[in-house]
Every structure is written in C-alpha cells, then in structure tokens.
C-alpha cells in the first residue's frame, strides 16, 4: 500500500501562485508515474501532470507554460508548482501514484486532495 498526502492548497487571486506537495508513506524512487489530476464542480476529473521515475514529463495543454512538476526522491514528494493561476483553475487536485506489475504494491494510489480555489 502506498498512502498519499497532499498540501498546498487554498485561495488564490488570478495571476498568482500555489505549490502543490504529495508526500508518499514510501520511496517514490519505485513509483513508476506519480502525477496530479484536478476535478472542478460537475466536471469529470483530468490529468493536470505526470512525472516518471527517469524524470519524463507530460502536461494538459492547458496548463502548459504554466505548471512545473517536479519529483524529490529523497523526500518522497512530489511537487506542482502553479504559476499564473485563472479562475478556470479551481478544483480540487489530487495525487497519483501507478506501480507498474510485477513491482512490489502494484497498483493505482490517490490522496485526498486539496481545494484550490482562484478568484478572478
């Protein structure tokens, strides 16, 4: 099992900045994708981010330019850190973290998620 804690969030005015911490109950250095999805009020919810473990990104087109993910294995934590925030930004954002078969734990890890909230 692998536990997922995020922190980081809260209210914002558009333009500004958050930074998102996940901090996992194991090392991430086994994790194959850690990653953040968001999910606003009535929508499904979407990848924002994901980072692998050799360091390879990908991004939603929205968010491109924006936010920077970012991976510390000696803490465990994975990082996302928003810049020029907008109000379509709002959601709640979770945590992600996939162990490929036959690693020990395989499977699909979600935190809790944390609010962020941007107001134009």
């Known amino acids: 099992q692998v536990q997922l804690v995020e922190s980081g969030g809260g209210l914002v005015q558009a333009g500004g900045s958050l930074r998102l911490s996940c901090a996992a109950s194991?090392?991430?250095?086994?994790?194959?994708?850690m990653g953040w999805y968001r999910q606003a009020p009535g929508k499904q919810r979407e990848l924002v981010a994901t980072?692998?473990?050799?360091?390879?990104?990908n991004y939603a087109d929205s968010v491109k330019g924006r936010f920077t993910i970012s991976r510390d294995n000696r803490k465990n934590t994975v990082y996302l850190q928003m810049n020029n925030l907008e109000p379509e930004d709002t959601a709640v954002y979770y945590c992600?973290?996939?162990?490929?078969?036959?690693?020990?734990?395989?499977?699909?890890?979600w935190g809790q998620g944390t609010q962020v909230t941007v107001s134009s």
């Open positions: 194991r090392s991430i250095f086994n994790i194959d994708v």
């Open positions: 992600n973290a996939a162990i490929y078969y036959p690693r020990p734990y395989s499977g699909n890890y």
């Open positions: 980072i692998t473990n050799n360091g390879s990104t």
